[in-house]
């Protein structure tokens, strides 16, 4: 079972700035993205950045150019740089992969962390 754990967010006034961690636990697995999703109170979740095992990376719209997200895959962890936040960055941040699972038999699954707070003020 994999399992995926958050750490980094907080309180921080605008302009401030934050890291998230993500890193994944478990056996019996290989991990092919990893990322950063995040919803806001009576919003949809959305895509903050992604990056996979080829390093390719997607950044959402409404982080470009203000976040940066990074990766250790030999550790199975995530890292999402954010900064100049402002106000409307203020939500629960969510980590998920796509993993491969090899056992008993290979299938793709996508995995979610519980979520960490970030919270913006004016």
């Known amino acids: 079972q994999v399992q995926l754990v958050e750490s980094g967010g907080g309180l921080v006034q605008a302009g401030g700035s934050l890291r998230l961690s993500c890193a994944g636990s478990?056996?019996?697995?290989?991990?092919?993205?990893m990322g950063w999703y995040r919803q806001a109170p009576g919003k949809q979740r959305e895509l903050v950045a992604s990056i996979n095992s080829d390093s390719k990376i997607t950044y959402g719209d409404s982080v470009k150019g203000r976040s940066t997200i990074s990766s250790d895959y030999a550790k199975n962890t995530v890292y999402l740089q954010m900064n100049s936040l402002i106000p409307e960055d203020t939500a629960v941040y969510f980590c998920?992969?796509?993993?491969?699972?090899?056992?008993?038999?290979?299938?793709?699954?996508?995995?979610w962390g519980q979520g960490t707070q970030v919270t913006v003020s004016s």
């Open positions: 998920n992969a796509d993993i491969v699972v090899l056992t008993p038999n290979s299938h793709l699954v996508r995995a």
């Open positions: 478990g056996s019996g697995f290989i991990i092919n993205s």
